[in-house]
């Protein structure tokens, strides 16, 4: 069997684990990787880069429909075979020979197999059941495995053959119909795709959507889905669930009724991938999530490290990637001896992950957030206050569409006088969160913003409304 030592072994080669290895290379560390399915893990193949093309076409011939002379009469189902195959370009066919070469040229080894924690600061590989490698670091083992689809523990379920979102955007023909189990962002998402394609759509969650955001962008993003024509059901529960042996339908037994679908997409939340990889060696529970510092250390741990989905704090891949390159750098300063730079503004610390992380879904219309929301500030025990602006009062949303919708709410922090919560709901705000993001995290002063003034005519004209709604400072 072979063996080798390096400075830091990182266990999963997603965009996670990848940029860990990368900071730590660029500071001079030696450093391998290991990776059991393919290089550039589930967001280049399974989640965020398929999902989103999955997702254009339909949004794009909405906009087309809503700016008048563009098309003749509102658009159909897309063109599906032509999603598809751009989707197999995007993920290269399922084959990561690219992101391969790109380790190559970045000096990080890769080693193919599961990885599992045999001893401290040991990792050993397997491939087919057998054990292929022994690697010893020298200073640390980051986990970046990632999170797997939650099934639940639903009476027939397992046995129905349902899909995780991996098969909803890895599918090679799109059924007649789909019933979506859950209310988050998968879910959203799929059954905005699934409709654009002519699918008969049936979304149930035991809750309203997107439940943790404000509540107004749950509520835009379900009467959009019954405009579309999905059947939108909350507040249900799944009692059963069944695949008919002959016909291959799937039924979902509620409280009240059935619902029978071709096929059952379940969407329910996320599981930590940390049941096999030996976390045992480091005294912590099998399949447990991975408590850090802001470090991204493990607690009570001097060697180990956990960073993207399996730490819990923010699932999603920029938060990953962000998280990555503070325990990156911060791996390569402990391994020379230095000093660490914990101060709220270092660049070893992830300190977003509280306070400011965005995010996007990419229903339509479009829901861009980040920061706090209006309920969460409360909690917190902030002085807040709310501001409101309808966004089709704004000239550039005239000027974008014939019947632009869309709602943004900015939280501000009365006694800082900076922003700490911002949501917008509609087309193309997804590009203007960026700017929501800086505010957040450089803290600056609403006073300030008045000096950044928006182009016009744009939807950014939204940060005038908003000051103008709050007042000029005295």
């Not at 589930?42 to 563009?70: I, Q, T």
């Not at 379940?266 to 991975?290: H, M, N």
């Not at 911060?330 to 101060?343: F, L, W």
Request: hydrophobic share 45%; glycine share 10%.
């Amino acid at each position: 069997m072979d063996a080798a030592e390096y400075d830091l072994i990182v266990i999963g080669a997603g965009p996670v684990g990848e940029n860990v290895a990368d900071r730590a290379v660029q500071a001079g560390l030696a450093v391998a990787i290991v990776e059991s399915e393919l290089v550039g893990g589930e967001c280049s193949y399974w989640a965020c880069m398929p999902s989103k093309v999955l997702l254009r076409a339909g949004a794009a011939r909405a906009d087309a429909a809503d700016a008048p002379g563009a098309l003749a009469e509102r658009p159909g189902a897309v063109d599906v075979a032509a999603v598809l195959a751009r989707r197999d370009e995007i993920v290269h066919e399922w084959n990561d020979s690219g992101q391969v070469e790109w380790l190559d040229g970045a000096g990080i080894a890769l080693v193919r197999g599961h990885g599992r924690l045999s001893g401290e600061r040991e990792v050993t590989v397997s491939r087919d059941g057998a054990e292929t490698a022994v690697l010893r670091a020298r200073h640390a083992v980051a986990v970046c495995t990632g999170s797997a689809a939650l099934l639940p523990d639903t009476p027939g379920l397992a046995d129905a053959a349902p899909w995780t979102s991996r098969d909803a955007t890895a599918v090679q023909h799109v059924p007649d119909s789909l019933v979506i189990v859950g209310g988050g962002v998968v879910a959203c998402e799929m059954a905005t795709a699934y409709a654009s394609f002519g699918c008969a759509v049936t979304v149930l969650a035991r809750s309203e959507l997107l439940r943790g955001m404000e509540s107004f962008a749950g509520e835009a993003v379900t009467a959009a889905l019954r405009t579309d024509g999905v059947d939108v059901r909350t507040g249900v529960e799944i009692t059963a669930v069944s695949r008919d042996a002959d016909t291959g339908a799937v039924t979902v037994t509620l409280a009240d009724g059935e619902v029978t679908a071709s096929e059952i997409l379940v969407a329910t939340g996320r599981v930590p991938r940390t049941s096999d990889i030996g976390l045992e060696v480091a005294g912590i529970e099998a399949g447990s999530w991975l408590d850090v510092d802001d470090t991204m250390r493990v607690r009570g741990s001097a060697w180990l490290y956990a960073v993207g989905d399996v730490n819990h704090r923010a699932l999603l891949t920029h938060q990953g990637k962000y998280q990555a390159r503070a325990a990156g750098d911060v791996i390569a300063a402990r391994a020379r001896g230095g000093e660490v730079d914990d101060e709220p503004w270092g660049t070893h610390v992830a300190t977003a992950d509280h306070t400011a992380v965005p995010q996007v879904v990419f229903t339509s219309p479009e829901v861009a957030a980040v920061g706090l929301t209006a309920r969460a500030a409360a909690d917190r025990g902030l002085q807040t206050r709310v501001v409101d602006v309808d966004l089709s009062h704004i000239a550039g949303a005239s000027t974008r569409a014939a019947h632009y919708q869309g709602r943004a709410r900015a939280v501000v922090d009365t006694q800082r006088g900076v922003l700490v919560g911002a949501t917008l709901v509609g087309a193309d705000t997804a590009e203007m969160l960026q700017a929501a993001t800086i505010a957040i995290v450089g803290e600056v002063p609403l006073a300030r913003l008045w000096h950044a003034v928006p182009a016009y005519p744009t939807l950014s004209e939204l940060w005038l409304r908003w000051l103008e709604a709050i007042g000029r400072p005295a």
